[in-house]
Nanobody, 118 residues
């Protein structure tokens, strides 16, 4: 059973930075994709940033040039570096890992709250 443990959320002022971390219980190379989603109150969960392969990435338009997804394969950890934070970035952030075996399996972290004050 894959486990994903997140850390790094908190309260920050607009314009500030935070780094989220998601530690996986197995090698990152086990996953087809690995990324970050977020869900604000009253809104649907949305993709923020993702590794679509070991080296390729994709971002939501709203976070391009502000957020960066990073990985440390030795530590089985994926990071989300968030700069120039805005109040609209306030949400619960979840890491997600997808495995393809006999089907597509999604694993989720427990979520970490990010609050950006104006």
């Amino acid at each position: 059973q894959v486990q994903l443990v997140e850390s790094g959320g908190g309260l920050v002022q607009a314009g500030g930075s935070l780094r989220l971390a998601c530690a996986a219980s197995t090698s990152l190379f086990s996953f087809r994709t690995f990324g970050w989603y977020r869900q604000a109150p009253g809104k649907q969960r949305e993709l923020v940033a993702v590794f679509t392969s070991d080296t390729s990435t994709d971002y939501a338009e709203s976070v391009k040039d502000r957020f960066t997804i990073l990985r440390d394969n030795r530590k089985n950890t994926v990071y989300l570096q968030m700069n120039s934070l805005k109040p609209e970035d306030t949400a619960v952030y979840y890491c997600n890992a997808v495995v393809l075996t006999s089907g597509w399996y999604h694993y989720w972290g427990q979520g970490t709250q990010v609050t950006v004050s104006s």
